[in-house]
């Protein structure tokens, strides 16, 4: 699973191993939901409307938690 680039401007694109979906959660620093979209392999994410910053995120699968990470948005 990867997710680039990062850090990012306006744009986030998702690879992974299979075609499963998935649900991508962007949180900012104070854990605040900012983005979530069910996304697939090939995704591309259009996040421009969000500030210069950290943000972690999750992905889950089926329900089940299968990623965590940081972004970081310039």
Avoid: C, W
């Avoid at 990867?2 to 401007?9: G, L, V």
């Avoid at 995704?43 to 910053?53: I, K, P, Y």
């Avoid at 089926?62 to 990470?69: A, D, E, L, N, Q």
Wanted: hydrophobic content about 40%; glycine content about 6%; proline content about 3%.
């Amino acid at each position: 699973f990867e997710m680039y680039p990062n850090p990012f401007d306006d744009r986030i694109a998702i690879k992974t191993i299979n075609n499963h979906s998935m649900i991508l959660t962007l949180y900012d620093i104070a854990s605040r939901v900012v983005f979530q979209k069910q996304i697939a392999n090939g995704d591309e994410m259009a996040v421009a409307h969000l500030e210069s910053g950290i943000y972690l995120y999750t992905i889950v699968q089926s329900g089940k938690m299968v990623k965590t990470g940081k972004l970081v948005k310039r």
